[in-house]
């Protein structure tokens, strides 16, 4: 079953569609101007909601790690992948239990785990909120990856899906729309990658919901 989340895409997409592109997108003569900006801007805006909903899911489930291991130092199979995939150094352990006289460092952080996790689990959700641009392979790696995510899910077309689409919106979005406008976008093409996007979509969606679990766990 779908969860809340990609049922809102899914809306939000159509909407979109409904605005933007015309109702008959089959035998449509000649693609204007006009009807290549307005497909441009369904380009762009339907790649900022799918970004948008990986990025949600995403937070849902760091959030959920935090939460577990702040109210009862849970630690779940996504608590382990996010520290593990962390760039926190794993210092071993101290020669002795005695507090050195000089306090050079956080002796917390040499001899308890606490602030390690905690660490790694706001790097992630840094990294989520703030440093994410994109859908990319490489994007997907930096998001999935960490949480424990079951990349085999994602086959070869899947990912040269997820690669085309970030083209496509980069060259939307950061050349010149004189050259495309005149080119031509014909809003069938444009309407059919979101529609394959969200195929792709609704089989992580299922990956997500799982990993939500664990984590709550």
């Given at each position: ?7 809102a ?19 449509i ?5 006009r ?25 849902e489930i ?6 577990r ?25 101290p ?63 899947a990912l ?15 050349k ?23 195929k ?10 799982r ?7």
């Amino acid at each position: 079953m779908a969860s809340t989340a990609y049922s809102a895409l899914r809306q939000q997409l159509a909407k979109l569609r409904q605005t933007l592109l015309p109702r008959k997108l089959d035998g449509i003569v000649e693609v204007t101007e006009r009807l290549s900006a307005r497909a441009l801007a369904f380009r762009v805006l339907c790649y900022a909601e799918i970004e948008e909903y990986l990025e949600s899911r995403s937070q849902e489930i760091s959030a959920a790690i935090s939460t577990r291991w702040k109210d009862d130092r849970k630690v779940t199979y996504p608590t382990m992948c996010v520290l593990a995939f962390s760039s926190q150094e794993m210092k071993i352990p101290p020669e002795s239990f005695a507090k050195p006289a000089k306090r050079q460092v956080d002796w917390n952080d040499v001899v308890k785990i606490d602030g390690r996790v905690s660490r790694a689990i706001s790097e992630y959700h840094y990294y989520v909120t703030k440093q994410n641009h994109g859908v990319s392979e490489e994007n997907l790696c930096r998001m999935l990856i960490p949480i424990g995510f079951d990349i085999d899910i994602l086959d070869e077309a899947a990912l040269l899906e997820f690669n085309n689409f970030a083209s496509l919106r980069g060259e939307a979005a950061h050349k010149s729309t004189k050259g495309q406008l005149k080119k031509g976008v014909n809003p069938k093409d444009e309407n059919e990658a979101v529609q394959r996007m969200l195929k792709n979509l609704l089989v992580m969606d299922d990956e997500f919901t799982r990993l939500l679990k664990a984590a709550n766990a």
